[in-house]
């Protein structure tokens, strides 16, 4: 019955071309995986139909194929929502349910449709590490799970099963290196379809824009004036538009957040002798407030952070100025992403300083270029102004 509710999701993309911001790229197929939850919805990953046009299912044993639709994705943590109209679809059919964090060494089932073959395939293995990971897709640090069976191109979306119940969803694995595997746990996924149901689109996860430095050291320490009993990681860097620089300072000391102490290397307890970030206290929370505690105790709201230069840009067109020739457009990681996966390298260093240093100094602000001349008689002579940022009078 686990099977009937696992699914192939088939997607044809078309990405925007960043440099001809006014044309789209070669359509492209792809498959992934997906399963069946409760409220007639399909789970995968939201790398699956990113930048869809159109998207179609298959359950298992069926030969038949089902237009979807695309309810809710989540960039930001790598999962999407889809269900379908079709009656048919759904017979047979029982949603899974999920568990909890599994524990190191748990064996885990993946489930799911990877390259290779049209059939369904379950690759097993064990539980070796949990701590945040790096999300490629979103390129962001959440919650993660390391497991050691295979997830290969295919498997994406698919549920990782420990006695029949979903642990996490199979994302990405790690480059370079066998049977190394990472799969979304039931935390975050929770967080995304609570997202959905309580704001009818994903809101993302929550982030109080600061930067800090480890306390290990025992001079620092003391030079701040912490206790020898006290704890903590020190405020460096705050972002302008947040709450955090309304209520914080930079060189405060964070001892506590939500009650948890905080680690002179910048952990909180996880679970049994278990430490993890404290950024992961921030992840579990919706937007809205958060406490924080160096002598006094704050209150601050925390809420997804807005970047100068966007990161991702997933299903959305992009925006383009075109006068006497002058192609004008804000910047974006995708825009840079167009120069090879090597972009951080052989992109225009001055535009890649300004994506990866650059913070909004006040609300809305962008970062807009002038990607390229269109070359006629009438900007004859500014062949030459490309990639150069406009700046305001």
Request: charged share 20%.
């Amino acid at each position: 019955m686990t099977f009937n509710s696992i699914i192939k999701v088939y997607t044809v993309a078309a990405s925007p071309n960043w440099f001809m911001p006014w044309q789209t790229k070669q359509q492209r197929e792809s498959t992934g995986s997906g399963f069946i939850i409760e409220g007639r919805r399909i789970i995968t990953n939201a790398h699956c139909v990113a930048d869809q046009a159109h998207v179609m299912i298959r359950k298992h044993g069926d030969p038949t194929k089902y237009t979807a639709r695309v309810v809710a994705v989540g960039h930001e943590c790598d999962l999407a929502l889809l269900t379908t109209d079709s009656e048919e679809f759904w017979e047979g059919t029982r949603p899974l349910t999920f568990g909890g964090i599994p524990e190191l060494q748990d064996p885990v089932a993946v489930v799911g449709y990877p390259t290779g073959g049209d059939n369904i395939s379950v690759s097993v293995g064990v539980v070796s590490r949990v701590e945040p990971q790096q999300y490629v897709h979103g390129a962001t640090s959440l919650l993660a799970i390391q497991i050691d069976a295979a997830i290969n191109p295919g498997n994406s979306g698919g549920p990782a099963l420990i006695n029949h119940e979903v642990v996490g969803v199979a994302f990405q694995s790690l480059e370079g290196a066998e049977n190394i595997g990472f799969i979304i746990p039931v935390p975050i996924i929770n967080h995304f379809l609570r997202d959905v149901e309580k704001n009818s689109g994903v809101y993302g996860f929550p982030a109080l824009g600061i930067s800090c430095q480890a306390m290990e050291n025992t001079q620092l320490r003391s030079f701040y004036g912490m206790k020898t009993n006290e704890t903590g990681v020190l405020i460096c860097k705050i972002r302008p538009l947040t709450d955090s620089a309304q209520k914080l300072k930079e060189h405060d000391v964070i001892l506590e957040i939500d009650g948890q102490v905080v680690g002179n290397d910048g952990t909180v307890v996880f679970r049994n002798r278990e430490r993890i970030s404290f950024d992961y206290v921030l992840s579990r929370k919706f937007a809205g407030q958060s406490r924080l505690q160096d002598v006094q105790l704050y209150s601050v709201e925390a809420q997804p952070l807005k970047h100068l230069v966007p990161i991702q840009q997933y299903d959305l067109l992009p925006r383009y100025f075109i006068y006497a020739g002058l192609v004008f457009t804000p910047l974006s990681q995708p825009y840079l992403h167009e120069y090879g996966d090597d972009w951080y390298n052989t992109s225009p260093r001055r535009l890649c300083d300004r994506a990866l240093m650059g913070e909004q100094q006040i609300e809305d602000q962008e970062a807009v270029i002038l990607s390229q001349v269109l070359q006629d008689s009438t900007n004859a002579g500014y062949e030459a102004l490309c990639n150069m940022q406009a700046r305001c009078p």
